[in-house]
């Protein structure tokens, strides 16, 4: 079964508060834990299950919201009219994931939502992680905004033709591309670290873990 993310949203503006919630409940693997007017309910909120993410306005009633987020540890982005630098880089200091100016489409806190669940994603499981992942993640969670357009290779995508197929390996990758099985590794660990390609190893009986490679969007 795949993970439901659970989202508080932090806006005073009951109008604006409900936007959110309506784009968080239509994004794909995610629900509304709760949608509170101040920190102190926040706090309340909080006392009880906490959240996967929030979502938090910089100017509450009761409070900053950036220090509900530097003090809860709680992934977050903060979505605010507040367009001073200096706010922005307190914002991101705090631990903010990302910065949204307000007013934004609804289309670009749903891209944002879904590069969230691909980056836990990443970062999900016990195992230790390799560079390689960590890199995944944050070009994932950081990557161009929308509407960017990425400029392709033929043999990448050739590639990602391939892949549309199912997962595969870069050997089956490279014949099905046409390629050679170093030039398929290569390009798809490029596209892996730019969160296009998603990598996962199958263990056999002996040898070192086969590297599969599936499309991520």
Do not use: N
């Not at 932090?10 to 709760?34: C, L, M, S």
């Not at 959240?51 to 003090?71: A, F, K, N, Q, T």
């Not at 631990?95 to 590069?115: H, I, M, N, S, W």
Request: proline share 4%.
């Amino acid at each position: 079964m795949e993970k439901t993310w659970s989202v508080l949203v932090v806006d005073d503006d009951f109008r604006v508060a409900g936007i959110h919630a309506e784009i968080v409940e239509a994004a794909p693997g995610f629900r509304v834990q709760d949608s509170v007017r101040s920190i102190a309910e926040a706090h309340q909120v909080l006392a009880g299950t906490q959240p996967d993410l929030m979502l938090v306005d910089v100017y509450l009633p009761d409070g900053d919201g950036i220090e509900l987020v530097r003090s809860t540890g709680i992934d977050a982005f903060i979505l605010s009219a507040a367009d001073e630098a200096a706010t922005v880089r307190r914002a991101l200091h705090a631990g903010a994931l990302g910065y949204l100016l307000k007013p934004f489409q609804r289309q670009v806190l749903t891209e944002r939502l879904d590069r969230y669940a691909r980056y836990r994603h990443v970062l999900s499981g016990q195992r230790g992680l390799r560079q390689e992942k960590i890199d995944q993640a944050l070009s994932i969670l950081h990557g161009p905004p929308p509407g960017t357009a990425v400029s392709r290779s033929t043999t990448e995508q050739l590639l990602l033709d391939a892949l549309g197929r199912g997962e595969l390996s870069a050997a089956e990758a490279a014949e099905a591309a046409g390629v050679s099985r170093a030039t398929a590794q290569r390009r798809l660990a490029t596209m892996a670290s730019q969160g296009v390609v998603q990598v996962r190893l199958r263990y056999g009986t002996s040898g070192r873990p086969e590297h599969l490679y599936s499309k991520l969007r």
